[in-house]
Nanobody, 124 residues
Framework: QVQLVESGGGSVQAGASLRLSCAASGAPLSNYAMGWFRQAPGKEREFVAGISWSGRSTSYGTSVKGRFTISRDNAKNTVYLQMNSLNPEDTAVYYC?????????????????WGQGTQVTVSL
């Protein structure tokens, strides 16, 4: 069983940067592909980014490609999401996810473990 705890969310102005962290416990993260999803009020959950267990493969949602970067430190059992050039459309609760697979899933249903989420609010 994997427990995931997100941190690093907050309220920023448009154009700012934030780095989210996801600390895992209960199992070595090196066995899991990791992902970030987000959900804004009234909207469906959206794939943001994913990274393979080795870190060699990454995938990004269309709306964040070129602005967000996912990375991982398996020695620290932590995954990161660096978010640059934030805009109000990035406002959402961001969730960290884990799936014991070689690939990088982009569907939320493929992930077995979820954190509680961290709020990111971007204002003009």
């Amino acid at each position: 069983q994997v427990q995931l705890v997100e941190s690093g969310g907050g309220s920023v102005q448009a154009g700012a940067s934030l780095r989210l962290s996801c600390a895992a416990s209960g199992a070595p993260l090196s066995n899991y592909a990791m992902g970030w999803f987000r959900q804004a009020p009234g909207k469906e959950r959206e794939f943001v980014a994913g990274i393979s267990w080795s870190g060699r493969s990454t995938s990004y949602g269309t709306s964040v490609k070129g602005r967000f970067t996912i990375s991982r430190d398996n020695a620290k059992n932590t995954v990161y999401l660096q978010m640059n050039s934030l805009n109000p459309e990035d406002t959402a609760v961001y969730y960290c996810t884990a799936d014991r697979t070689v690939a990088v899933p982009t569907r939320s249903g493929a992930y077995d473990y979820w954190g509680q989420g961290t709020q990111v609010t971007v204002s003009l």
